[in-house]
């Protein structure tokens, strides 16, 4: 089982490009979520997905895209990077239910310049 | 207002002693799930150990343990028997069963940075 795998591990880029952050798990989890992670913080949600078909906003939207293609997959998408979304991204999954942890991916490291 | 509160920036323990980590939460929810990470300088996070609103025991897994004072809000990570490998961030996280009728997730504190020293 590789649990939650999260594609690139880094990525630079340059201020107005776009990018997609792809996850994948194998678990089977109903609950997909993406967090950013900046220095000093903890981590804060982006976009949930509580099941296939499903996605909600968390509380730092502005600026990001989701898409849940299937079951597995989860991605984020930057339509016009800035340098304010310079930032660890994490991805995480967990079964529906409050009672549940949450199983993280290794984290995408992206930098905006 | 913040949903949990760490008001431990950075720590230094001696190898062998026990630390205490703060954590203190809000939520008007009767039920929630709150949640210690760890994440090394290798930037992982890793699940430590979980207490349901409605356990009536503190819970344990191994060298931690969580003190789980419910009516102040409180739930401490306590490890014992320090050893130089538990040095890093340690998250405190809470996930509420109704979110106050905002997003489903984890709120995370900012986390505190415990060094151990030989």
């Known amino acids: 089982n590789a649990g939650v795998t999260q594609t690139p591990k880094f990525q630079v880029l340059k201020t107005g490009q776009s990018m997609t952050l792809q996850c994948a798990q194998d678990?089977?989890?109903?609950?997909m979520y993406w967090y950013r992670q900046d220095p000093g913080m903890g981590l804060r949600l982006i976009y949930y997905?509580?099941?296939?078909?499903?996605?909600d906003k968390g509380e730092v939207p502005n600026g990001y895209n989701v898409s849940r293609l299937n079951k597995r997959e989860f991605s984020l998408r930057l339509e016009s990077a800035a340098p304010s979304q310079t930032s660890v991204y994490f991805c995480?999954?967990?079964?529906?239910?409050?009672?549940?942890?949450?199983?993280f991916g290794p984290g995408t490291r992206l930098t905006v310049l | 207002a913040q949903k949990i509160t760490q008001t431990q920036p950075g720590m230094f323990v001696q190898e062998k002693e026990a630390v205490t980590l703060d954590c203190t939460y809000d939520t008007s929810d009767q039920s929630y799930g709150l949640f210690w990470y760890k994440q090394p300088s290798s930037g992982e996070m890793i699940f430590l150990i979980y207490q349901g609103s409605y356990d009536e025991q503190n819970a344990t897994e191994g060298r931690y343990s969580l003190n789980f004072q419910k009516a102040r809000k409180s739930a401490n990570l306590v490890i014992s028997a320090s050893q130089l490998g538990d040095s890093a961030m340690y998250f405190c996280?809470?996930?509420?069963?109704?979110?106050?009728?905002?997003?489903?997730?984890?709120?995370f504190g900012k986390g505190t940075h415990l060094i151990i020293q030989p």
């Open positions: 996280a809470m996930r509420e069963k109704y979110s106050g009728g905002g997003a489903d997730g984890l709120t």
């Open positions: 995480a999954s967990s079964p529906s239910g409050y009672v549940n942890e949450q199983f």
């Open positions: 678990m089977n989890h109903n609950s």
């Open positions: 997905s509580a099941s296939e078909g499903t996605t």
